[in-house]
């Protein structure tokens, strides 16, 4: 099992950066995909970005590409969400996950565990 914390959320202007983080416990997290979501009022959860165990490879969505850098640290147990030129659509609850395979990672239901949320607000 895996426990996943995040943190690092707040509030921001339109332009400005925050960097998320998602701490974890339990099984070995290098073992695990790991993936950041987010969800707005009255939407579904969303993708926004995903990395493989070794971080080698990255895999974002098209509406932060070029804006969001995802990475991680093994030693730490941590994974990060680098937020730059953010917009008040990005506003929104990032949540971390984490999953066995490199497959659907846009998928968030093969996601077996999940953080429980850090709320991301950027006012215009």
């Known amino acids: 099992q895996v426990q996943l914390v995040e943190s690092g959320g707040g509030l921001v202007q339109t332009g400005g950066s925050l960097r998320l983080s998602c701490a974890a416990s339990?099984?070995?997290?290098?073992?695990?995909?790991m993936g950041w979501f987010r969800q707005a009022p009255g939407k579904e959860r969303e993708f926004v970005a995903a990395?493989?165990?070794?971080?080698?490879?990255?895999h974002y969505a098209d509406s932060v590409k070029g804006r969001f850098t995802i990475s991680r640290d093994n030693a730490k147990n941590t994974v990060y969400l680098q937020m730059n030129s953010l917009k008040p659509e990005d506003t929104a609850v990032y949540y971390c996950?984490?999953?066995?395979?490199?497959?659907?990672?846009?998928?968030?239901?093969?996601?077996?565990?999940w953080g429980q949320g850090t709320q991301v607000t950027v006012s215009s």
């Open positions: 996950g984490s999953l066995s395979t490199w497959d659907r990672v846009g998928d968030s239901s093969r996601y077996d565990y």
């Open positions: 339990g099984r070995t997290f290098s073992s695990y995909v």
């Open positions: 990395i493989t165990r070794t971080g080698a490879n990255t």
